[in-house]
């Protein structure tokens, strides 16, 4: 085997018999090998994207414990992350460090930092492709461990927070062939109560955004109950309408409140949509530049006894729509000068990821950091139909 190439089969096996924490190492061991690297470090994103953990190779920390924390904002990091592309800084010894993204379908999950003795493009695209092995990697290996979770965690996490975060996807991103998504949750002091939700069926993309009413663990709970109805009838190949009722009479039977919410469902092969809105702020839609609020109409917040089922309401998307659902966080009493209108056509060209990081942001530099109600968003483009067909 040449010295000077990654064999990316070799790296999975060698990562299948380390153990799930040694990820970092596993790699590392190899660029050493292949590229001479003189260190190897992978960066990862806090809970709240304002800082990256740093996790090095076996001579040097070996463990969450011990890692270091580095601001995001501002930095080379920041840089690579959302532009998603590779960045070479020449070292002042005649070396050169090479960043790269690991992201996993549109999901960031942090980057690789190589130091390396010369900037060869055959070996830079090596590295490319290590960091793209190390983001499926880390995805599967972070199951086994609270290694991850752990250094993730840089500010106290309440019993509360640490409930709604387990209730949010695994990945807060997501690209298909039809769409991009992602979603983002900026909790308030006191948590809020909000979750967002996206699965993917091989012929429908399932959404929902939705707030519990109440807060601390309070919300956290009937954000739990509400979830696990949602996911269990949709999981059992229940449609829309069936989900809602499920969710609505779990909230009914447990008497614990209520909570407003949206659920979609999106058909892959047509961009027809169906959705339930259950006392919640419409959604934004931007189409060919202009951006207006969906005229839904508002049934009850599940969980307020009614006789009359939640309505399913129909929309047809178009290729290069974007549709932005949010929680009443986004448009509190603070945030009441935050333009999200010119917002999302400013940001028209960016991916749905850097627009949820705008838009939550823009909120909370407006609420100074304060927010009385969790704020949360999911934005979704749609491409059309792009999908491969099998013979």
């Known amino acids: 085997m040449d010295g000077n190439t990654l064999e990316l089969g070799d790296l999975l096996a060698d ?3 380390a153990s799930p924490v040694e990820s970092v190492d596993v790699v590392a061991r190899n660029l050493q090998k292949r590229f001479a690297a003189a260190s190897v470090s992978f960066l990862f994103l806090d809970l709240i994207e304002e800082e990256l953990v740093r996790l090095t190779t076996a001579d040097g920390v070996r463990d969450g414990h011990g890692a270091t924390h580095i601001a995001l904002r501002d930095s ?8 998603q592309r590779r960045r070479v800084e020449p070292d002042g010894d005649g070396s050169h460090r090479v960043i790269s993204p ?3 379908r549109g999901d960031c999950v942090g980057v690789l930092e190589v130091t390396l003795p010369h900037d060869d493009p055959s070996v830079l695209r090596k590295v490319d492709q290590a960091a793209h092995a190390l983001a499926y990697i880390i995805v599967t290996d972070r199951r086994f461990t609270d290694l991850y979770h752990w250094g993730r965690r840089t500010t106290p996490t309440s019993l509360a927070a640490e409930i709604q975060h387990q209730l949010l996807p695994s990945a807060s991103a997501c690209e298909a062939a039809q769409f991009s998504i992602a979603g983002g949750l900026v909790p308030a002091d006191n948590i ?5 939700d996206f699965a993917l069926d091989r012929d429908v993309l399932h959404l929902s955004i939705t707030d519990a009413m109440g807060h601390d663990t309070d919300s956290a709970l009937l954000a739990t109950l509400l979830l ?9 190949g229940c449609g829309i309408a069936e989900q809602a009722r499920r ?3 779990a909230l009914l039977h447990h008497n614990r409140g209520l909570a407003t919410g949206q659920l979609l469902c999106v058909q892959l092969s047509t961009g027809a949509v169906q959705l339930i809105n259950a006392g919640h702020p419409r959604p934004l839609l931007l189409r060919d530049g202009t951006v207006r609020e969906l005229m839904l109409t508002a049934n009850l917040p599940f969980g307020v006894a009614s006789p009359v089922p939640h309505q399913v309401q129909y929309l047809e998307l178009r290729p290069g729509d974007r549709l932005v659902l949010l929680t009443d966080g986004m448009q509190e009493r603070g945030a009441s000068g935050v333009d999200l209108p010119a917002l999302l056509r400013d940001s028209r060209a960016l991916h749905p990821r850097e627009v949820v990081r705008t838009l939550a942001g823009a909120v909370q530099d407006a609420c100074r950091g304060r927010l009385r109600d969790d704020a949360t968003v999911l934005c979704m483009d749609w491409y059309g139909d792009r999908s491969p067909r099998l013979p």
């Open 15 to 17: 990562a299948e018999e």
């Open 76 to 83: 080379v990091y920041e840089k690579v992350l959302r532009s």
């Open 102 to 104: 690991v992201t996993n």
């Open 192 to 196: 809020g109560g909000d979750t967002y």
């Open 228 to 236: 696990g109805a949602l996911r269990g009838a949709r999981r059992t």
């Open 247 to 249: 969710a609505h009479h």
